[in-house]
């Protein structure tokens, strides 16, 4: 009976050992398994993970590449690289700037991309940068119906002689283009000023100010409000149904846009292309926008005009944006600092 027990347990020993044996194998192949597993994988992270990470600063690149408004630099960093030398000129407008950091606590600049839309895509970077929402007769008038008014309630047939900026296009087209434009402009700027974080709204204008066919919409959508705002004006002189703003007198006072028909010709079409705004259109633009426009112009330092508004006269209620130019041209915008 003691053998048989014996046998039974050295039997059961051996079966347990040769099982065992047969588990240790399993586990560690599935010990290497995973082992192997965790390092591909691994691998496989930080190769997508650096994949990833250089398509990011690509896509940085171009967008800085692209982008119409540059990120923010220093002022006096920026006044010193821009005007080395110690003639007249250069002393003049590095005491300009010195004098905007110290005074006018502007302590940083964006430069905006110098070409003839400059003034306008300064202006409205700024308005829609900063959430201001639309002007107070833009919420009572859908800008939409703006060309179709224009064209066929007021008979404006010579609308069709519009130029698009660079894209000098005349045509039976123009009314759908400007259309497609006033909705381009519409979209945008309900869509940011809704956004109420600052840095997400940023974003959304980094990625606008960023794709020139898009943006360049814009700046035709606002050429287009001043010249109809021009033919309302022009209208109400004729029938003298209400006084108009004084700019208009400004504006009509001029041999080159004495009428709604001269002032497309001779101004807005050229606008975008060899010319930009003047200072009479920026009195216009700050009017029709309801900012209140300062800007500094560094080539009259030391005299009365170096900080002019536009308009001159401006309700209380209106938000106020800034502008910087140093030969009434080409504009960037300040950035001030407490």
Request: charge should be positive.
């Amino acid at each position: 009976g003691r053998h048989e027990v014996w046998s039974w347990k050295t039997a059961s020993k051996e079966s347990l050992c040769l099982m065992w044996q047969k588990v240790k194998v399993q586990l560690m192949l599935s010990m290497s398994f995973l082992a192997a597993l965790f390092w591909y994988c691994r691998r496989l992270y930080s190769f997508f993970a650096q994949l990833l990470k250089r398509w990011s600063n690509y896509l940085q690149r171009q967008l800085i590449r692209n982008l119409s408004v540059l990120p923010e630099v220093d002022l006096l960093g920026y006044s010193a690289r821009e005007w080395k030398g110690e003639t007249k000129q250069a002393k003049q407008m590095r005491e300009a700037y010195e004098e905007l950091f110290r005074s006018c606590h502007i302590k940083y600049l964006r430069q905006v991309k110098r070409d003839n839309y400059s003034v306008v895509r300064a202006v409205l970077f700024q308005i829609f940068s900063q959430g201001i929402p639309f002007p107070s007769w833009m919420k009572e008038r859908d800008i939409l119906k703006l060309p179709e008014k224009l064209l066929y309630s007021q008979g404006c047939n010579w609308i069709q002689q519009y130029s698009f900026g660079p894209e000098r296009y005349t045509g039976p087209n123009a009314f759908g283009k400007l259309r497609k434009c006033m909705e381009a402009l519409k979209t945008n700027w309900a869509e940011i000023s809704a956004t109420r974080n600052h840095e997400e709204r940023g974003s959304m204008c980094n990625t606008l100010f960023s794709d020139e066919s898009k943006e360049y919409k814009l700046y035709e959508a606002i050429k287009f409000i001043m010249l109809y705002e021009v033919v309302e004006a022009y209208e109400q002189i004729k029938s003298r149904d209400e006084p108009v703003h004084n700019l208009f007198s400004l504006l009509f006072a001029r041999d080159s846009s004495s009428d709604p028909l001269s002032f497309m010709m001779n101004h807005l079409n050229s606008i975008g292309d060899s010319i930009c705004l003047d200072q009479v259109e920026l009195f216009l633009l700050g009017y029709l926008l309801e900012v209140k426009i300062r800007v500094y112009r560094l080539h009259r330092f030391n005299t009365e005009e170096f900080q002019v508004n536009y308009p001159d006269e401006y309700r209380r209620e209106w938000n106020e944006i800034s502008l910087l130019t140093e030969d009434d041209r080409y504009y960037h915008i300040p950035l001030f600092r407490t």
